[in-house]
C-alpha cells in the first residue's frame, strides 16, 4: 500500500478539513503518489479524486423518539428521578397547586352560603398558614368543627 500521509495533509489544509475528512479515489492511488507539491493536490482536487468528506453528525433520532415517549408520560416513575422534589416543582408551585383550589373551595362555598363569611375568614387564614394538605383535608376539617351546612 502506497504512504499518501504527506498528500492527505496538503489536501487537508487546502480543503480547509482533517485530514480524516479527505478521501482519495483508491482507483487513483498509484497516481497519487507521484504527486508530491501543493499544485499538483489542487490539480487532483479539482479532477474529483480527491474530495473533501461532508461532516459526520450525531443522529438526533434517539433523541427526538425519547422526547416523544417524555411528552407521552413515559420514563418518568419513581426510578427515573433524580434529586429533590423541588428539582421537579419549586416549593412555591406546590404551594400553588395546594392553595388555589382550597381558595376556590371556600369562595364556592361561602357564595351558596354553605359557610358563613365569618367562619371563610377563619379557614382562609388557617388555609394561608398551611394547616390543610389539600382540598379534602380542608373539607374534613369544616365538617369536623361543624361549620359546613349540608345541602344542595
Known amino acids: 500500500m502506497t504512504d499518501l500521509r504527506n498528500q492527505r495533509r496538503m489536501a487537508a ?3 480547509k478539513c482533517g485530514e480524516n475528512r479527505v478521501w ?3 482507483a487513483s492511488i498509484e497516481d497519487m503518489a507521484d504527486q508530491v507539491t501543493r499544485q499538483d493536490i489542487r490539480r487532483a482536487i479539482s479532477t474529483g ?3 473533501r468528506k461532508p461532516v459526520k453528525g450525531v443522529s438526533r433520532v434517539r433523541a427526538r423518539k425519547h422526547q416523544e415517549e417524555l411528552d407521552r408520560g ?3 416513575g ?5 434529586g429533590p422534589p423541588t428539582s421537579r416543582l419549586t416549593s412555591k408551585e406546590r404551594w400553588i397547586h395546594r392553595i388555589r383550589p ?3 373551595l371556600l369562595a364556592e362555598l361561602r357564595t351558596s352560603k354553605r359557610i358563613t363569611p365569618k367562619v371563610y375568614r ?3 387564614r388557617k388555609a394561608k398558614g398551611g394547616m390543610f394538605r389539600s382540598r379534602a383535608h380542608l373539607l374534613m376539617n369544616l ?3 361543624g361549620a359546613l351546612k349540608e345541602g344542595k
Open 13 to 15: 489544509s487546502l480543503l
Open 24 to 26: 482519495i479515489d483508491p
Open 49 to 51: 479524486v480527491i474530495q
Open 74 to 76: 413515559r420514563h418518568r
Open 78 to 82: 419513581v426510578g427515573s428521578r433524580k
Open 102 to 104: 382550597q381558595r376556590s
Open 122 to 124: 377563619e379557614f382562609y
Open 143 to 145: 365538617r369536623l368543627a
